[in-house]
T-cell receptor, first 114, second 113 residues
Framework: EPEVTQTPSHQVTQMGQEVILRCVPI?????FYWYRQILGQKVEFLVS????????KSEIFDDQFSVERPDGSNFTLKIRSTKLEDSAMYFC????????????FGEGSWLTVV | GENVEQHPSTLSVQEGDSAVIKCTYS??????FPWYKQELGKGPQLIID?????GEKKDQRIAVTLNKTAKHFSLHITETQPEDSAVYFC????????????FGTGTRLQVTL
């Protein structure tokens, strides 16, 4: 069964450093997402991406964050100047096409900022 | 924006019993309601979803009901098994204007032998 794959599974970074989280969405999907989950809390929407541009973003997704689809298969989340409160599990997700289709999540990338 | 409330936060049932998890939403424009199961250290896995033009949907031991008037929807798991133990999240989305899911706070289900 096709799945969303994410790398790395776990990354530890020092405060102030930049991190890039990578995702390979399901191959025929056109909508891509990033969500995050702080330990013990609910999953929160960060951003959606369609047709090579941001479709929607939350208030969490400020100038510290950016997304990119550098090639035909990868989808990345860049976090600049990481802060302690950025420590969370970051989930990439994708759906076939327009909103309303089933959204499939990856296994997540656990980011620890020290 | 949408706000989704979920209850209970924890639920313990004996194997074979039924489990019910309830969610309410605030935005009457929401029309898509998926349920996700999350096992420890893994990503949310879709188990069932329902759209606003349907009042109930069933898939083997899992069913979801939707009451649009009251703005609440529920997950029902019958004949629970130990492997059903996980955190369950409800979510809501207005597929006409938004691409995002708003999640509930999660329910930790423990199925005991």
């Amino acid at each position: 069964e096709p799945e969303v794959t994410q790398t790395p599974s776990h990354q530890v970074t020092q405060m102030g450093q930049e991190v890039i989280l990578r995702c390979v969405p399901i191959s025929n999907h056109l909508y891509f997402y990033w969500y995050r989950q702080i330990l013990g809390q609910k999953v929160e929407f960060l951003v959606s991406f369609y047709n090579n541009e941001i479709s929607e973003k939350s208030e969490i997704f400020d100038d510290q964050f950016s997304v990119e689809r550098p090639d035909g298969s990868n989808f990345t989340l860049k976090i600049r100047s990481t802060k302690l409160e950025d420590s969370a599990m970051y989930f990439c997700a994708s759906s076939v096409t327009v909103p309303g289709n089933t959204i499939y999540f990856g296994e997540g990338s656990w980011l620890t900022v020290v | 924006g949408e706000n989704v409330e979920q209850h209970p936060s924890t639920l313990s049932v004996q194997e074979g019993d039924s489990a019910v998890i309830k969610c309410t939403y605030s935005d009457s424009a929401s029309n898509y309601f998926p349920w996700y199961k999350q096992e420890l250290g893994k990503g949310p896995q879709l188990i069932i979803d329902i759209r606003s033009n349907v009042g109930e949907k069933k898939d083997q031991r899992i069913a979801v009901t939707l009451n649009k008037t009251a703005k609440h929807f529920s997950l029902h798991i019958t004949e629970t098994q130990p492997e059903d133990s996980a955190v369950y999240f409800c979510a809501a989305s207005d597929t006409g204007t938004a691409s995002k899911l708003t999640f509930g706070t999660g329910t930790r289900l423990q199925v005991t032998l």
